[in-house]
């Protein structure tokens, strides 16, 4: 079945390290993105990648990292350098075209101990 | 940057009654998607809207796709339990700003809808 793939799904972090996220889709989609979400919260951009080698800060990408290597691969490194981590995290990808739709992994819940 | 504004943030209703909510923009979008999140999992493609004044339904939803194409609006008829979760719409440009834009998906902050039995 195609779909977005995050893991895992719960996560906990000691302060001071950093912890990598993965996502990984067998959509063939160009375009891939990492929100953050906050309890009852709406969707916040970290990082978007287009297309394979290339990615742009969304509007929160402080004390956040990617690599885009693989077309189906885009993790997500939070460092220590974040200062408020604790969120959950989703994944999503689409085409790099007009239109388009994205579709989210089921997210990982991050909590720092 | 472009920015999409949700509303209402919450609502609490009775099950069967009708929901309705709606996003709008400064700016021009050339497709509206809404997305609903089950607590805890990552938000689901509810419905697709890609021409201005688009009526579009799935079941028991109906969205809209703005004349002005600043706005979209998301109804809900009979609600029943099942239907509680975080409702969120997107808005694309399409328009090739540099490149850097073209495909880029903007999300609204979401509406929080709480059914009673």
């Known amino acids: 079945d195609g779909g977005i793939t995050q893991s895992p799904k719960y996560l906990f972090r000691k302060e001071g390290q950093n912890v990598t996220l993965s996502c990984e889709q067998n959509?063939?989609?160009?375009?891939m993105y990492w929100y953050r979400q906050d309890p009852g919260q709406g969707l916040r951009l970290i990082y978007y990648?287009?297309?394979?080698?290339?990615?742009q800060k969304g509007d929160i990408a402080e004390g956040y990292s990617v690599s885009r290597e693989k077309k189906e691969s885009f993790p997500l490194t939070v460092t220590s350098a974040q200062k408020n981590p604790t969120a959950f995290y989703l994944c999503?990808?689409?085409?790099?075209?007009?239109?388009?739709?994205?579709?989210f992994g089921q997210g990982t819940r991050l909590t720092v101990v | 940057g472009q920015q999409l504004n949700q509303s209402p943030q919450s609502m609490f209703i009775q099950e069967g009654e009708d929901v309705s909510m709606n996003c709008t923009s400064s700016?021009?979008?050339?497709?509206w998607l809404w997305y609903k999140q089950d607590p805890g999992e990552g938000p689901v493609l509810l419905i697709a809207?890609?021409?201005?004044?688009e009526l579009t339904s799935n079941g028991r939803l109906t969205a809209q796709f703005g004349i002005t194409r600043k706005d979209s609006f998301l109804n809900i008829s009979a609600s029943i339990p099942s239907d509680v979760g975080i409702y969120f719409c997107?808005?694309?440009?399409?328009?090739?700003?540099?490149?850097?834009?073209?495909?880029?998906?903007?999300f609204g902050q979401g509406t929080i809808l709480t059914v009673h039995p």
């Open positions: 999503a990808s689409s085409r790099w075209s007009h239109p388009t739709e994205a579709f």
């Open positions: 959509l063939n989609h160009d375009a």
């Open positions: 990648s287009q297309i394979v080698n290339d990615f």
């Open positions: 700016s021009i979008f050339n497709t």
């Open positions: 809207l890609y021409k201005a004044g």
């Open positions: 997107a808005g694309q440009t399409g328009r090739d700003a540099g490149g850097t834009s073209y495909g880029k998906l903007t």
